[in-house]
């Protein structure tokens, strides 16, 4: 029962460094997100899709660029990485329902020096 | 703007004490609300969810919530807290239209005292 995996769980990158954080789910769930947290400001969302070949701006998208190529895939990537990015990701999918939860994966942790 | 407050960011109980987390949140529409628990170095797992109907919801690990529409509140109650309920919790809103995106509180942090 693997639901939401993402890799790497940790990662850490040098100032301008890119890297690219894969999401997978096998619930053949529509939507997809990309949420970050930080203290004290909850999760705030980056980027999401609402179908294969589909992304959309959240709260928080400067910095960050998306993709979702195949359904059961979302990638999070940094171009040039800034220590403003230091934070925990999750991901986290939902069926297209108007009462579907969302499934959140386990989170990785992203430093950036 | 839509809105989510969690107006206390640490909570500290006695084992066995009863607990209620705050929660109001700032939406012109009906909302759908949620509470969400996160253990330490976990994700977030579904305790409960609001959508219509009886506004008292029962969730899992015995945990409840009330929808006020009056006081635009969803606080969280469990009547005898567990050492193991120690976590993160965070209420959050789904906008209706807008893709079904989910709007967090800042989270309250419980510790529970033996």
């Known amino acids: 029962n693997a639901g939401v995996t993402q890799t790497p769980k940790f990662r850490v990158l040098k100032t301008g460094q890119s890297m690219t954080l894969l999401c997978a789910q096998d619930?053949?769930?529509?939507?997809m997100y990309w949420y970050r947290q930080d203290p004290g400001m909850g999760l705030r969302l980056i980027h999401y899709s609402v179908g294969e070949g589909t992304t959309a701006k959240g709260e928080v998208p400067d910095g960050y660029n998306v993709s979702r190529l195949k359904k059961q895939n979302f990638l999070l990537g940094l171009e040039s990485a800034a220590p403003s990015q230091t934070s925990v990701y999750f991901c986290?999918?939902?069926?297209?329902?108007?009462?579907?939860?969302?499934?959140f994966g386990e989170g990785s942790r992203l430093t950036v020096l | 703007a839509q809105s989510v407050t969690q107006p206390d960011i640490h909570i500290t109980v006695s084992e066995g004490a009863s607990l209620e987390l705050r929660c109001n949140y700032s939406y012109g529409a009906t909302p759908y609300l949620f509470w969400y628990v996160q253990s330490p170095g976990q994700g977030l797992q579904l305790l409960l969810k609001y959508f219509s109907g009886d506004t008292l919801v029962q969730g899992i690990k015995g945990f409840e919530a009330e929808f006020k529409r009056s006081q635009s509140s969803f606080n969280l109650r469990k009547p005898s807290v567990h050492w193991s309920d120690a976590a993160e919790y965070f209420c959050a809103v789904r906008l209706s239209g807008g893709y079904n995106k989910l709007i967090f509180g800042a989270g309250t942090r419980l510790a529970v005292h033996p």
């Open positions: 619930m053949n769930h529509e939507y």
């Open positions: 986290a999918s939902k069926e297209d329902s108007n009462t579907g939860e969302l499934f």
